[in-house]
């Protein structure tokens, strides 16, 4: 199973309260591409805090009203997480304990995409255990100065294959990559 990210930010890389700051920049082309992002998915992988807010808005809609409930309440739902013990959203797996081993396992499948939206630490660690395939990022024309960022100061480098780029009417533009190992650095 492919596992696929898709995350919203800022230009300066925040993506933390991006319902603040990222609805005004949508418009019709980018919600539609998140749209068709969330029905391609075959199962969706949460952070824990993720999930929280994903089950307690989306999880309570009806499937047949918005489309991202929809995708969201009628595929399996996994969350990595060590206290949650029993799930109130339908169709949630916990995985708990190795975590790397549970997402190999559900990777093992030869089929399908495994999508992990938001959830800013589990994508961080997923980059750094090279479990991430592509990575979907929506890079919203705004700078918001502060707030949890998707790349740490002090993170692992890695080197990015662009798979597609492209902009939308109100000026988010989309960045497709495939993570393509440790960075080669040029020496003199």
Known sequence: MKLT???QLSVDGVMEGNGQWALSRSDDESRTFVEQVYQRADAFLFGRRTYDIFAGFWGVMDPGGNPFAGALNTKPKYVA??????PLWADTTVLSGDLATGVR???A?????LQVPGSGALTRWLLANDLVDEMNLLIVPVVVGQGARLFPDA???MALDLVESRA???GVTLQVYRPAGRLQYATD
């Open 5 to 7: 990210t898709t995350t």
């Open 81 to 86: 997480s060590n206290t949650l013990t029993e």
């Open 105 to 107: 396992e559900l990777k």
């Open 109 to 113: 499948n030869p089929a399908g995409e």
């Open 155 to 157: 993170g692992p480098d």
């Open 168 to 170: 939308f009417p109100k």
